[in-house]
């Protein structure tokens, strides 16, 4: 899948929506979710061109992965998720029902979450 440059996330790297910001470094934005699932609930994303998960842990550089994995844990100890605990979760494609076409990291916490992914038609 070829990446979408007006897909939402894309706008909001480039400043023309607003987020409320977490974080920001060389390779990483990380924002609140607009529609939160959990008390705290953070989007981590690359500042690089990738669709998903599929395709960042192919081609991104070992710098921005590095870079993204050690953002994604500094900031939930920041908000205090680590003693308490905290879910990360990254939907890649039709099964995982991804809605926006820009790889992004969920961070679920605040509350207690429940085991894993609902039980169901497997
Ligand atoms: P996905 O299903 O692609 O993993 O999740 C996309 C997430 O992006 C959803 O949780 C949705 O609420 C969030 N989202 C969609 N549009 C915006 C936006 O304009 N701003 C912010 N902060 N989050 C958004």
């Known amino acids: 899948m070829a990446y979408d440059r007006n897909n939402v996330f894309a706008r909001i790297l480039r400043g023309e929506?607003?987020?409320?910001?977490?974080?920001?470094?060389?390779?990483?934005?990380?924002?609140?979710?607009?529609?939160?699932l959990t008390p705290t609930h953070i989007l981590v994303i690359p500042k690089g061109e990738y669709v998903s998960f599929d395709d960042f842990s192919e081609k991104a550089s070992d710098a921005e992965i590095g870079?993204?994995?050690?953002?994604?844990?500094?900031?939930?100890?920041?908000?205090?998720?680590?003693?308490?605990?905290?879910?990360?979760?990254?939907?890649?494609?039709?099964?995982?029902?991804?809605?926006?076409?820009?790889?992004?990291?969920h961070i679920f916490g605040g509350r207690d979450l429940g085991r894993m992914v609902p039980k169901g038609l497997e």
């Not at 929506?17 to 939160?36: M, Q, T």
């Not at 500094?74 to 680590?82: E, K, S, T």
């Open 17 to 36: 929506i607003p987020c409320s910001k977490v974080h920001e470094d060389e390779h990483v934005l990380a924002f609140r979710d607009i529609n939160p």
């Open 67 to 105: 870079a993204f994995c050690r953002a994604a844990g500094r900031i939930a100890r920041d908000l205090g998720l680590a003693e308490s605990g905290y879910r990360i979760l990254a939907n890649h494609g039709r099964h995982a029902h991804q809605e926006v076409p820009h790889f992004h990291l």
